[in-house]
């Protein structure tokens, strides 16, 4: 167990090889970790980015399905200095094994264990790569080794209606900090003793002590009816040993954070949880403070002229109020509130934009309405077309529309006049 003095040498893994299927039509031609996000970024710079800013600099991302644009952002954006020997380098499954792709999260680790070899770290760091959040992940790292444990699950409180939602960690009576039970999406549980209308959900983000890790996927590879899941069935067998902790994230310090957006964590698994996050970014005090400075989130949003807003004569004004506008959007005439642009929009004159997220490139014509709309990348709208209005006509058209209203056009879906 993870009993040692001064600094451990740490290597950090983030899985990022998910089909993303809840998000289509976003991830048609995309990993759900490359999906655009908050403007300029990608759902995988919140990961990498927490990663980085807790001392980690020694990153392997794990990619599977249609990763081309994943590894492109990488290899653009997270670039170490080489002769510090830091990294950020991507893998795809590479059949090291035998001929079959990553089955789980816990076998993409299990195929990739020659990166753990190679690396000889004292503790592995696992993140997912698709949430929204910030975390100093030494805490974690230094609670773990307190703890002597086998695993260290770290975990945010959420109110007990959402269980059904996520994996849920009920803690022992007498340490607050081990595991006493973990199930997957339970109906029934009961509150946490200090807020009983809270339980602990896991975040999908693990500590272990490297040689930990490799016994416990290779045993798992070796497993019967195991479903190679880190969540589903590593977890709960260090559970079931007694050697798997809880980290609680509401002690995780955050330089810049508030009370306000201390403790946000977001799955954006879904078109409305993905929805509902960017919402949060652009309130006026925002639930996810894009702007802390001493926590920053990084990202490379290339080379852009700045944002631009021409005409303002009578109800011809180019506008957006409570919006987030990224670097060479275009807003020519046009109104747009509480929404979320990417570069190289282009608003045309008298176009209103409401409650929306267009994504690169999205070009909106004269007179054009857009409501509760996510636009993916290089999507005309033609002049005087509504999006978001009349949900038969968003059916018949071919868009996507959730059960909340969403609609989504697809990347470079042709959109009728």
């Given at each position: 167990?993870?009993?040692?003095?001064?600094?451990?040498?740490?290597?950090?893994?983030?899985?990022?090889?998910?089909?993303?299927?809840?998000?289509?039509?976003?991830?048609?031609?995309?990993?759900?970790p490359?999906?655009p996000?908050?403007?300029?970024?990608?759902?995988?710079?919140?990961?990498?980015?927490?990663?980085?800013?807790?001392?980690?600099?020694?990153?392997v991302?794990?990619?599977?399905?249609?990763?081309?644009s994943?590894?492109?952002?990488?290899?653009?954006?997270?670039?170490m200095s080489?002769?510090?020997?830091?990294?950020?380098?991507?893998?795809p499954?590479?059949?090291?094994?035998?001929k079959?792709w990553?089955?789980?999260?816990?076998?993409?680790?299990?195929?990739?264990?020659?990166?753990?070899?190679?690396?000889?770290?004292?503790?592995?760091?696992?993140a997912?790569?698709?949430?929204?959040?910030?975390?100093?992940f030494s805490?974690?790292?230094?609670?773990?080794?307190?703890?002597?444990?086998?695993?260290?699950?770290?975990?945010?409180r959420?109110p007990?209606?959402?269980?059904?939602?996520?994996?849920?960690?009920?803690?022992?009576?007498?340490?607050?900090?081990?595991?006493?039970s973990?199930?997957?999406?339970?109906?029934?549980?009961?509150?946490?003793?200090?807020?009983?209308?809270?339980i602990?959900?896991?975040?999908?983000?693990?500590?272990?002590?490297?040689?930990?890790?490799?016994?416990?996927?290779?045993?798992?590879?070796?497993r019967?009816?195991s479903?190679?899941?880190?969540?589903?069935?590593?977890?709960?067998?260090f559970?079931?040993r007694?050697?798997?902790?809880?980290y609680?994230?509401?002690?995780?310090?955050?330089?810049?954070?508030?009370?306000?957006?201390?403790?946000?964590?977001?799955d954006?698994?879904?078109?409305?949880?993905?929805?509902?996050?960017?919402?949060?970014?652009?309130?006026?005090?925002?639930?996810?403070?894009?702007?802390?400075?001493?926590w920053?989130?990084?990202?490379?949003?290339?080379?852009?002229?700045p944002?631009?807003?021409?005409?303002?004569?009578?109800?011809?004004?180019?506008?957006?109020?409570?919006?987030?506008?990224?670097?060479?959007?275009?807003i020519?005439?046009?109104?747009?509130?509480?929404?979320?642009?990417?570069?190289?929009?282009?608003?045309?004159?008298?176009?209103?934009?409401?409650?929306s997220?267009?994504l690169?490139?999205?070009?909106?014509?004269?007179?054009?309405?857009?409501?509760?709309?996510?636009?993916?990348?290089?999507?005309?709208?033609?002049?005087?077309?509504?999006?978001?209005?009349?949900?038969?006509?968003?059916?018949?058209?071919?868009?996507?529309v959730t059960?909340?209203?969403?609609?989504?056009?697809?990347?470079g879906?042709?959109?009728?006049?």
């Amino acid at each position: 167990m993870a009993k040692r003095t001064g600094n451990p040498k740490v290597l950090a893994i983030v899985l990022a090889g998910g089909e993303g299927k809840r998000l289509m039509p976003l991830t048609a031609d995309r990993a759900k970790p490359a999906v655009p996000f908050g403007g300029i970024y990608r759902l995988i710079d919140f990961a990498l980015s927490n990663i980085v800013n807790s001392g980690y600099l020694k990153i392997v991302v794990l990619t599977q399905y249609k990763s081309h644009s994943l590894d492109r952002h990488i290899s653009k954006t997270w670039r170490m200095s080489t002769m510090l020997g830091n990294y950020v380098t991507p893998v795809p499954a590479q059949q090291r094994i035998d001929k079959s792709w990553f089955l789980g999260s816990a076998d993409a680790i299990y195929q990739s264990l020659n990166l753990v070899h190679d690396e000889m770290p004292d503790i592995v760091v696992v993140a997912g790569a698709d949430h929204v959040y910030r975390m100093d992940f030494s805490h974690m790292v230094e609670q773990h080794i307190e703890n002597g444990a086998g695993v260290t699950v770290a975990a945010i409180r959420q109110p007990i209606s959402m269980s059904d939602q996520f994996g849920v960690i009920e803690v022992d009576d007498e340490n607050a900090r081990k595991i006493k039970s973990f199930t997957e999406k339970p109906t029934d549980v009961t509150g946490l003793r200090d807020s009983p209308d809270e339980i602990l959900a896991s975040m999908g983000i693990y500590v272990f002590d490297a040689s930990v890790l490799v016994d416990a996927v290779t045993r798992d590879a070796d497993r019967v009816g195991s479903s190679r899941d880190m969540g589903g069935d590593i977890v709960p067998d260090f559970v079931r040993r007694g050697e798997a902790y809880v980290y609680d994230v509401k002690d995780n310090p955050i330089p810049g954070s508030t009370d306000r957006d201390h403790g946000y964590w977001r799955d954006v698994g879904t078109i409305d949880s993905y929805y509902e996050a960017q919402m949060d970014l652009i309130s006026f005090h925002p639930v996810f403070n894009l702007y802390n400075y001493e926590w920053p989130i990084y990202t490379d949003h290339g080379n852009y002229p700045p944002a631009k807003f021409v005409h303002g004569s009578r109800n011809r004004v180019g506008e957006a109020l409570n919006s987030s506008v990224s670097p060479g959007v275009v807003i020519s005439g046009g109104q747009v509130s509480n929404s979320v642009l990417s570069p190289g929009v282009h608003i045309h004159s008298y176009a209103t934009i409401t409650d929306s997220v267009l994504l690169d490139f999205v070009e909106v014509g004269r007179n054009a309405t857009i409501h509760r709309a996510i636009i993916d990348k290089f999507v005309t709208v033609p002049p005087g077309v509504s999006i978001g209005v009349n949900r038969a006509d968003d059916l018949d058209r071919g868009f996507t529309v959730t059960e909340s209203g969403i609609t989504v056009v697809g990347k470079g879906q042709e959109v009728r006049a």
